[in-house]
């Protein structure tokens, strides 16, 4: 055995290292063959670097002969000019007209001459930098190929290595050979062994397989003839599948009806403030029915926009009646909720009203457009805004549409089944998106037109603080669609699942399954009651759990708690002494209201002594109370028929000087003194309920807070879990295709190595015939002899 290991790890390596050596000789001779592609292609750029050196010395020929003929062409004009010369020394004695001629031939065969030269030095230039440029790459394309010529002679010298290589890997693996036939035959042996033993564990399988399929064919037959109720005749007894009662469901479905009833009571204040805007602006654009009267158009889409309330108010009030009729004992599908219809019916109706009021809104806008001082980007903005009305108005329609659908289960039995339910749903969430899109371009498109409007002249600030609370009731439109959209499509899986379904099928919860649903979950509680009262009370581990998890929250929050109590009672303490203070204060006012009494009784009986005596003695009373009582000279110098000032802490009461109305000031000082103190009663009690609320508000706000942070905590444990997960997927991933591709180069190789001991094998066998055979004919030889 050990023999049989050793080389069986020699026959691995040796495997190695033939495929090693394999693909550097594939490697090799690739680069061998490029190399000898990149030599081709040098060679032909040399043979085409030749042609154009030939092109170029033809050229230059060509260039000596022109500048040979340009040469004797240049002799035989300047032998031309020589004669010309002595023709005019000769001619001199003769008139002026044979040497101006002669002077113009010359000038002309100097001309010539010049441009001759010039021709003959350009063409030396470019003739000297060809062959400058023709050497230049000649003697890189020689460098060039000496280099190359060197890479291919290391190449050959490498593949000579290789092959000789190759070789004595060859004459060591035929050695191995031979060894590798005894482990051959081990193996055949083993293999047959291995079929047996696979033969046995087939057989064994078809058997567990027969007998698996046996008993589930039995445990299907028992689960359709005896679990489920499902009375193919009589559907109405079907209701005895009934399922449990989902309270998570019912939680969840509160919760989410809350959080939407929050989002319709945004929306419904958003558009009642719309259509009030509206109609104000109606009213003031683009006439001012203060000044002048409006168009009856306008007048009677007026009338309609102050109806709108009669529309809009019954979608929260039919919501709100829908969120009260689901509670934790009840059955949330579409087939038990009955409010719906309503809230359907209302929404119907308030899609009407936009229906109604459509033309009217786009003709408002187009006595706008025909308003003396429109412009032509106020008419294109009225002609957008046109169009966005329009939108919204006709994706009003499709959410009616797809809400009327959801609320006929409530009214109709099997009017539509859950696949069309979830798709529903989901029109209904794209709608939403579509309708909040609508919107923030007819807010966008109003900007713009506001923007405009401001810069005309005739625009008044009526007209400005309108437009500006029309926007405002816009942007707050804007964002409730947009949070009704986002908040739908969260909760589209929630509203898309089903929460209940009877047992052994797949349809809708009616609602005779919920009654028996209800009256099963109230049969129970009163079981669990009973039980309780009879066995002493313990507590279920997921209650303990809970319990767990809420006292660590109130652990948690105790500190908290804790500092609100001591805020509480340091606020009681300043209370308190504020308390005492206008305590004090009190008693003081009090001191001085007698004291002011005492004051105003003496200075009526001084004012009486002064009407029953002398204008005289009118006068010096007078003086004297001036000198006492500075606040009284007003009241004293009037005193015969005008009527007096009385002053007070209420305030100031202007009367008459007499006995009975003195009791009419002291019962009205104190009315208005009892009712200011039972208002401050009432405020003060209004002050402590909504400290009360603000600090139940701020410890609520410290827990949540404190349960997003250790959910946060979880996520991102959760996500570090996530992210190591999958990297050990994609490094097992890595690890299973490395395994996959050297068990399959292994293979491939031992097959190979199994066709050549095959073929060695046949030989051999072969030959031991042959022997055999000699060795039969010799033993008869010998036994002839």
């Given at each position: 055995m050990a023999n049989v290991t050793d080389l069986q790890t020699k026959y691995s390596k040796l495997a190695q290292e033939y495929s090693k050596l394999r693909a550097q000789n594939q490697v090799l001779k690739k680069g061998v063959v490029d190399e000898q592609a990149n030599s081709a292609s040098l060679k032909e750029q040399l043979k085409q670097r030749d042609q154009s050196l030939r092109k170029q010395e033809q050229e230059m020929d060509s260039l000596s002969f022109r500048n040979q003929q340009l040469a004797k062409r240049v002799e035989l004009l300047q032998e031309e000019l020589a004669a010309s010369e002595a023709k005019g020394k000769k001619g001199k004695s003769k008139g002026d007209s044979p040497s101006q001629h002669g002077l113009q031939t010359q000038s002309v065969f100097d001309e010539d001459l010049q441009k001759k030269i010039e021709e003959n030095e350009r063409l030396h230039i470019q003739f000297y930098e060809a062959d400058e440029r023709h050497k230049k790459t000649e003697a890189e394309l020689r460098e060039r190929l000496e280099k190359l010529e060197k890479d291919a002679e290391q190449h050959h010298g490498v593949v000579d290595g290789l092959t000789t290589k190759y070789a004595e890997t060859i004459e060591r693996l035929q050695s191995d050979k031979a060894r590798l036939e005894v482990k051959a035959q081990t193996l055949e042996r083993e293999a047959k062994e291995c079929r047996m033993r696979t033969e046995d564990c087939q057989q064994q399988l078809r058997r567990c397989q027969s007998e698996l399929n046996r008993q589930v064919k039995q445990s299907s037959s028992v689960i359709q003839e005896k679990v489920p109720f499902n009375d193919t005749k009589f559907s109405d007894y079907n209701s005895l599948n009934v399922p449990s009662h989902n309270r998570r469901h019912q939680l969840k479905a509160r919760d989410v009806a809350g959080q939407a009833m929050s989002f319709i009571q945004d929306l419904v204040a958003a558009l009642l403030n719309i259509h009030s805007y509206t109609e104000q602006r109606v009213h003031i654009y683009p006439l001012d029915s203060s000044i002048e009267t409006i168009s009856p158009l306008n007048q009677k889409f007026s009338q309609y926009l102050h109806e709108n309330a009669a529309y809009v108010r019954p979608l929260e009030d039919s919501f709100l009646q829908l969120y009260q009729s689901i509670t934790e004992d009840t059955v949330t599908v579409l087939e038990t909720v009955v409010k719906l219809k309503n809230f359907s019916d209302n929404f119907s109706s308030y899609t009407h009203f936009l229906q109604k009021i459509l033309p009217y809104q786009l003709k408002s806008l187009e006595e706008e457009c025909e308003a003396p001082l429109c412009t032509a980007a106020l008419s294109a903005k009225n002609q957008e805004l046109q169009s966005d009305i329009k939108r919204v108005t006709s994706v009003f329609?499709?959410?009616?549409?797809?809400?009327?659908?959801?609320?006929?289960?409530?009214?109709?039995?099997?009017?539509?089944?859950?696949?069309?339910?979830?798709?529903?749903?989901?029109?209904?969430?794209?709608?939403?998106?579509?309708?909040?899109?609508?919107?923030?371009?007819?807010?966008?498109?109003?900007?713009?037109?506001?923007?405009?409007?401001?810069?005309?002249?005739?625009?008044?600030?009526?007209?400005c603080t309108t437009t500006e609370c029309l926007l405002g009731s816009l942007g707050s439109l804007t964002s409730c669609t947009g949070k009704i959209a986002t908040f739908f499509s969260n909760n589209l899986d929630f509203f898309t699942s089903s929460g209940y379904s009877p047992r052994g099928s797949t349809a809708a919860l009616n609602p005779v399954q919920a009654e028996s649903m209800l009256a099963n979950k109230k049969k129970a509680t009163a079981y669990i009651q009973a039980v309780k009262k009879a066995k002493p009370q313990s507590v279920p581990y997921r209650e303990a759990l809970s319990n767990r998890r809420i006292l660590t929250s109130s652990t948690e929050s105790r500190e908290g708690l804790t500092q609100q109590v001591q805020q509480s009672q340091e606020k009681i303490a300043r209370l308190e002494q504020e308390k005492e203070h206008w305590l004090l204060e009190a008693q003081l006012g009090k001191v001085r209201l007698e004291k002011e009494n005492q004051r105003i009784a003496e200075l009526e009986a001084q004012l009486a002594a002064a009407l029953g005596g002398s204008p005289n003695s009118q006068t010096a009373a007078a003086g004297a109370l001036t000198q006492g009582h500075e606040e009284a000279a007003a009241e004293l110098k009037a005193a015969e028929k005008e009527p007096t000032l009385c002053t007070s802490l209420v305030g100031m009461l202007c009367t008459t000087p007499t006995d009975e109305h003195v009791g009419d000031e002291e019962s009205r000082e104190q009315l208005i003194k009892s009712h200011y103190m039972a208002r401050v009663g009432e405020l003060t009690t209004q002050l402590q309920i909504s400290d009360s609320k603000a600090v139940h508000f701020h410890s609520e706000c410290r827990a949540l807070a404190k349960r997003l942070a250790i959910a946060e905590k979880s996520r991102e444990?959760?996500?570090?879990?996530?992210?190591?997960?999958?990297?050990?997927?994609?490094?097992?991933?890595?690890?299973?295709?490395?395994?996959?591709?050297?068990?399959?180069?292994?293979?491939?190789?031992?097959?190979?190595?199994?066709?050549?001991?095959?073929?060695?094998?046949?030989?051999?066998?072969?030959?031991?015939?042959?022997?055999?055979?000699?060795?039969?004919?010799?033993?008869?030889?010998?036994?002839?002899?």
């Open positions: 329609e499709k959410l009616q549409n797809y809400i009327n659908l959801l609320a006929l289960p409530s009214v109709r039995q099997d009017a539509m089944p859950h696949s069309n339910t979830s798709a529903v749903f989901t029109q209904l969430a794209a709608c939403l998106h579509s309708l909040h899109d609508a919107i923030k371009e007819m807010s966008k498109h109003y900007n713009q037109k506001a923007d405009i409007e401001r810069e005309l002249p005739t625009v008044t600030q009526k007209l444990t959760f996500s570090e879990e996530v992210k190591l997960a999958n990297q050990n997927i994609t490094r097992l991933q890595d690890e299973l295709a490395t395994t996959k591709r050297s068990y399959e180069d292994q293979l491939s190789m031992m097959s190979d190595h199994l066709c050549s001991m095959n073929e060695t094998l046949s030989k051999q066998r072969e030959e031991i015939d042959t022997l055999k055979m000699g060795s039969k004919g010799n033993a008869k030889k010998n036994k002839g002899r």
